[in-house]
């Protein structure tokens, strides 16, 4: 397995023009969750993060992923159109996960790839800002280490997903953390391509991931006006009102924290 974030960067090579077409800039996924649709390459960005050219490379082209570059086959590569309305991995990343039982995983801060075949193996769980906060003043606080299975039964919503309660998978994903021994050797074979052969097949389940413009960014009040789940409420005195006249004590305001639990979160917060 690879993490979707070690990705981001890597050099994509076109094998059979022996061309370098620039860096992976963001992974699209299929709205089923099932597999990678594509990636979104650039080539020539300043160092500031602005220019270069942007290209889209479907799935089906991918021959391998390697340590150091992910090669494609430049004759598979199409301009397809459609890959821009798909979903991003930055469009799940920042997701709550609680399950049906009401048991808070936590936020989705990476995704688990099948560097085989382009195949979501699962989300990889972690802590929001708001925790990792709580997690200093109280590092006893019990925290969730796993992934959440992609094939699982998710019910989305705008920035929380239900999941079943055996969907988590706990320990240490076993992602690559340096995948110097990648599967590339599986792939050698010239007639087997399973990226393309997984690209092509039909999906097993409907839509679940969409854009997050798809659906529109919440306003400022609904933001500030979300409620939140019983976990993340960590203020005793959060529904405390000192009497008239009275200096309130000091502390760090609960308007910090409302900003940080709601919202869409890039990869940077990830």
């Given at each position: 397995?690879?993490?979707g974030s070690?990705?981001?960067?890597r050099s994509?090579?076109d094998m059979e023009?022996?061309?370098r077409?620039?860096?992976v800039?963001e992974?699209?996924v299929?709205?089923?969750?099932e ?8 080539h020539?960005?300043t160092?500031?993060?602005t ?6 490379i479907?799935a089906?082209?991918?021959?391998s992923?390697?340590p150091?570059a992910m090669?494609v086959r430049?004759s598979r590569m ?6 821009d309305?798909?979903p ?6 920042g997701?709550?996960m609680v ?6 995983l936590?936020?989705i801060?990476?995704?688990?790839i099948n ?12 802590e929001?800002?708001r925790?990792?906060?709580e ?6 606080r019990?925290?969730?280490h796993?992934?959440?299975?992609a ?8 920035q929380l997903i239900v ?5 988590l ?8 953390e340096?995948d110097?021994e990648?599967v590339t050797?599986?792939?050698y074979d010239?007639?087997?391509h ?8 039909e999906?097993?389940?409907?839509s679940?991931w969409?854009?997050r413009?798809?659906?529109?960014a919440?306003s400022?009040p609904?933001?500030s ?5 019983k976990t993340e ?5 959060e ?5 008239e ?8 305001s609960?308007h910090e924290g409302?900003?940080v639990?709601s ?6 917060q990830?």
């Open positions: 397995m690879i993490k070690q990705l981001i960067g994509v090579i023009a022996a061309e077409l620039g860096k800039k992974i699209i299929q709205r089923d969750g597999r990678i649709a594509g990636f979104i390459v650039l020539g960005e160092l500031v993060g220019g270069g050219k942007r290209r889209m479907s089906s082209a991918v021959y992923i390697g150091d090669t430049g199409q301009d397809l159109a459609e890959l309305n798909l991003r991995m930055s469009d799940i990343i997701h709550k399950t049906r039982s009401g048991r808070l936590g936020v801060d990476d995704m688990l560097g085989v075949d382009g195949s979501i193996v699962g989300f990889v769980v972690g929001g800002v925790s990792k906060l997690n200093i003043f109280n590092p006893q019990p925290r969730v796993g992934y959440v299975r094939d699982a039964d998710l019910h989305v919503g705008k999941v079943p309660d055996d969907a998978i706990e320990g240490e994903p076993g992602a690559h340096n110097r990648t050797a599986k792939t010239p007639e087997s399973p990226w393309e052969e997984r690209a092509s097949a999906p097993t389940r409907s679940i969409t854009r413009t798809d659906t529109g919440p400022e609904e933001t006006a979300e409620p939140l789940l409420t960590a203020r005793p005195v529904n405390y009102r000192p009497a006249g009275a200096k309130p004590a000091a502390s760090y609960d409302e900003a639990t919202g869409p979160k890039d990869q940077s990830a």
